[in-house]
């Protein structure tokens, strides 16, 4: 398994551009994308399934006046790319007109692609080296005293790569690589049991934590959730741990993506420039991150991507924008284009994070007489348009400053608008998925239970 660097991929999309502008195209773009994965699961000493997969897909877009469409194959032979040409061309000439299509302004387009580091280049583990690490993360979370079942372990690893050429100007390609463990397990006894989790993943297979720490973490958790109560509704303060506390910015996400502004189906779409989240916090998008699990050289369009403050301090400064949003928007695209081999161009995040705050997640709690600490979320409750936001949760309740008890089968409510406003983060950012968050706390916010 190797990186796409340049070769035969990267000709395939070209030849594919080529034929598409001789046949009457004009303008277009190939984008290749070609992955490799090997997952083993694990279950209570047992193998229970390898699955490999590989394979190659390829996409074609192509432009005829303000029209545009869209074909896809998994064969990029040469006897296929005729056909996929013609399919393309025929069925631009009738699909609708868009004043928005186009490709990317070539002034924008990345030339110096950036090195990120998000390719592996040690050997890939085989599917025994995948069932030993899944075994002994089982076995570490099956010692801690309280566990008594396993909802199964796992571990994978994955390489994936792309290679996008346009008639415009832009040939680039990058390859990254993804390695992950698992493991689920249970406490408690008949209709008094509780299941909890933990997992690492990372680019590279030496930043993955050890499955030890990994097992432990999973067991003492399912432990801690046992005897979980109900509590009454009531508003309170409400703390979410950083598994969780990610969701919150991610729904900001999507209340400024282009899409959903240009629609004005955003309840932040006449935000722009004001204050959106409590004085000091701010909220960032890095596509450079090293090592990042979503780090790319380019965006999909062959723009150039940068680091960029979406929050400032509290103000909101930006949307996520494709070329087409911006478009639409009056704007220039921030170079969030994400894509597939069979749709356009839409506007998505990177590394999306949240800044630490100052406190401690102890001291961040301290002062709570009654509150919520939410370790897990439920459901997907929340109204893109309004903001208003319920969802089913579980954790801890908390009195006096302190973790008292579990709770479960509970409901938090607020508004989005709200809750950003009256939001402090604390210290605990770490960097374990896509987008991330340290542990938050909410004022205000309707818990209701019993």
Not at 131 to 159: D, P
Request: charged residues 20%.
């Amino acid at each position: 398994m190797t990186e796409i660097k340049s070769g035969s991929v990267l000709e395939s999309a070209s030849a594919l551009v080529e034929r598409a502008m001789k046949a009457g195209a004009d303008a277009a773009e190939a984008l290749v994308v070609e992955g490799a994965s090997l997952g083993v699961s694990w279950r209570l000493g047992k193998l229970e399934d390898v699955e490999r997969s590989e394979g190659q897909d390829v996409g074609l877009r192509v432009f005829i006046g303000q029209r545009q469409a869209m074909v896809s194959s998994t064969d990029l032979s040469e006897k296929s790319l005729a056909p996929l040409v013609e399919r393309a061309i025929a069925m631009a000439k009738v699909a609708p007109e868009d004043p928005y299509i186009g490709l990317a302004d070539p002034a924008l387009l990345a030339k110096d692609l950036p090195e990120l580091d998000i390719f592996d280049p040690t050997p890939f583990p085989d599917a025994e080296a995948l069932a030993a690490k899944a075994a002994e993360t089982e076995e570490a979370a099956l010692a801690i005293k309280g566990v008594t079942n396993s909802g199964g372990a796992g571990a994978s690893w994955g390489r994936s790569g792309m290679a996008l050429v346009t008639s415009g100007g832009f040939t680039g390609s990058y390859t990254g690589t993804s390695h992950s463990f698992s493991v689920s397990v249970l406490a408690g006894e008949g209709t008094a049991m509780e299941r909890d989790y933990d997992y690492s993943s990372a680019r590279h297979q030496s930043d993955l934590d050890t499955t030890i720490t990994i097992g432990r973490n999973a067991g003492e958790r399912a432990v801690r959730r046992l005897g979980a109560r109900k509590v009454k509704s009531q508003s309170v303060p409400v703390v979410y741990d950083p598994r969780v506390s990610g969701g919150l910015v991610g729904h900001f996400a999507g209340a400024i993506s282009g899409s959903s502004i240009a629609r004005g189906t955003s309840f932040l779409k006449e935000s722009m420039g004001k204050r959106v989240f409590a004085d000091g916090i701010s909220i960032i998008d890095d596509p450079h991150r090293h090592r990042g699990l979503r780090s790319k050289p380019f965006d999909g369009e062959g723009v150039a991507n940068h680091l960029m403050n979406l929050v400032d301090k509290g103000i909101l400064t930006t949307w996520l924008l494709d070329c087409a949003t911006a478009r639409q928007l009056g704007l220039t695209t921030t170079g969030h284009a994400a894509r597939g081999i069979g749709a356009p161009p839409s506007p998505s995040t990177t590394n999306l994070y949240m800044e630490a705050g100052t406190v401690d997640p102890k001291t961040l709690i301290s002062d709570i007489k009654q509150g919520l600490y939410i370790t897990e979320m439920i459901g997907m409750g929340v109204n893109g348009v309004t903001g208003d936001y319920s969802r089913g949760a579980s954790g801890f309740w908390i009195e006096n400053g302190e973790l008292a008890y579990p709770v479960s089968e509970i409901t938090v409510a607020g508004n989005l608008k709200d809750m950003f406003l009256n939001m402090t983060p604390a210290d605990d950012l770490a960097f374990r998925q896509g987008t991330n968050a340290p542990t938050l706390r909410v004022e205000g916010m309707t818990v209701a239970g019993s």
